[in-house]
Antibody, heavy 122, light 108 residues
């Protein structure tokens, strides 16, 4: 069974930094493309960014609002993906979810973690 | 970027009725990479349908998905009281992965 467990959320001041972690199990992590999704209070979900598998180059993509401030990395030896968030803004306040897909037959099934809350406030 | 537009924004129906929710993409999306979620207040989004017609584990068969290309539909055959919530579609075919703005299904 796919399990994604996020950690590292908390309260941080504007301009500050925070690093989130997502520990994965139940699937072949090294082959998986991993993403982060966030949901601000009262808003719909928003994709934050993605890191491809090392076999596919390990490259990253980011949503425009976070590009240049957020960095996604992975440690395949620990089955963990990270989200480094710098220059945080109050608009970054959200629940952050780890996201991946697993192949089921010919389709890719999404999986989410339970989320970790990040609050940016002075 | 693939823009997903959901309609209607709000759908008012009674328990027992059929609900039909639409998700239209600005460009073609592989049907293997389209999902629907249900979200209730204070809860994380719950996966209902992926692929776009495969039900996730534990999802009742009154939920069904269909569509291809740019037009996708989530249908709920007979609404139960617990089905009243917000529904989102998501494409994960191309980066950036995107979500629709949501359809709120409310009790009439």
């Amino acid at each position: 069974e796919v399990q994604l467990v996020e950690s590292g959320g908390g309260l941080v001041k504007p301009g500050g930094s925070l690093r989130l972690s997502c520990a994965a199990s139940g699937f072949s992590f090294s082959r998986a493309w991993m993403s982060w999704v966030r949901q601000a209070p009262g808003k719909g979900p928003e994709w934050v960014g993605r890191i491809k598998s090392s076999a596919d180059g390990g490259t990253t993509d980011y949503a425009a609002p976070v590009k240049g401030r957020f960095t996604i990395s992975r440690d395949d030896s620990r089955n963990t993906v990270y989200l480094q968030m710098d220059s945080l803004e109050t608009e970054d306040t959200a629940i952050f979810y780890c996201f991946t897909t697993v192949l089921v037959g010919t389709h890719r099934r999404p999986s989410w973690g339970q989320g970790t809350l990040v609050t940016v406030s002075s | 970027e693939v823009v997903l537009t959901q309609s209607p924004g709000t759908l008012s129906l009674s328990p027992g009725e059929r609900a039909t929710l639409s998700c239209r993409a600005s460009q073609s999306v592989s049907s293997s990479y389209l999902a629907w979620y249900q979200q209730k207040p204070g809860q994380a989004p719950r996966l209902l349908i992926y692929g776009p017609s495969s039900r996730a584990t534990g999802i009742p068969d009154r939920f069904s998905g269909s569509g291809s290309g740019t037009d996708f539909t989530l249908s709920i055959s007979r609404l139960e009281p617990e089905d009243f919530a917000v529904y989102y579609c998501q494409q994960y075919d191309s980066s950036p992965y995107t979500f629709g703005q949501g359809t709120k299904l409310e009790i009439k």
